[in-house]
């Protein structure tokens, strides 16, 4: 009895440790603070820059990216970037089916602040906490919208009632 009640103990410790290293601070919205390329001079995101990109992780592993940019009339634009999957855990991130990355790819600095590598490229990322549902809603049924036709498909209705072919 002693032995299946250590059995248990340890089997809850186990799981509750692995529960506990899946990081669930990636949740929610997220807008780019910074880029910086390699070799150049680090770009501050924002209505000074002109544009800023937002991503958003869902509970489900639904991934979304758009960017929005001010318009010379000063409106500003958004323009569907991505839309799929992503997993993050125990540190280990991929997103949109691509090989997950190396250890810089996602450093959770603290629950607001993340930073990441791609290619030649280092962003800053903050959490954007008081998004107004109606705006995250129609960046998320936008994407999801664009996103339920193929690329083949789209391919072939762009090269039939566009180009002609």
Known sequence: MRRLFVMVVLTVCV???TAQTTDKNLLGVWLAESM?????????C??????????YYGEDGEYACVFFVRGENGEYLMQAHEYGTYTYKNGVYSEMGRPAGGPDALVMVDKNTFKGRWFNRSDV???QNN???????YIL????????ISSTELQNLIRRDVFRK
Do not use: C, N, P
Request: aromatic share 10%.
């Open 131 to 137: 998004m107004s549902k109606k705006l995250l809603d």
């Open 46 to 55: 924002g209505d000074e820059a002109g544009f800023v990109t937002l991503k």
């Open 15 to 17: 799981y509750g440790m």
């Open 36 to 44: 910086q390329y390699d070799g150049e001079r680090k770009i501050v």
């Open 125 to 127: 990322w903050k959490k």
């Open 141 to 148: 049924e936008t994407l999801r919208r664009e996103h339920q």
